[in-house]
């Protein structure tokens, strides 16, 4: 019964590396939706300019 109950704690990861991770996660999230944004107004640019793609 003992052991049972100390199981979890024992398996549980150290807090810091989740929030290394969870940093790491957002900023390619970041780095994602910025860079759909930035193609999506390159390509209404063109669009609305007439610029042949390249």
Same mark, same amino acid.
Request: proline share 7%.
């Given at each position: 019964?003992?052991?049972?109950?100390?199981?979890?704690?024992?398996?549980?990861?150290?807090?810091?590396? !989740?929030?290394? %991770?969870? #940093?790491?996660?957002?900023?390619?999230?970041?780095? $994602?939706?910025? !860079?759909?944004? %930035?193609? #999506?107004?390159?390509?209404?640019?063109?669009?609305? $300019?007439?610029?042949?793609?390249?």
């Amino acid at each position: 019964m003992d052991t049972k109950a100390r199981k979890p704690a024992r398996r549980s990861r150290p807090r810091g590396t !989740h929030r290394i %991770a969870k #940093i790491a996660l957002d900023s390619v999230v970041v780095v $994602l939706v910025s !860079h759909t944004l %930035a193609t #999506i107004v390159v390509m209404a640019a063109e669009r609305l $300019l007439h610029i042949p793609a390249p």
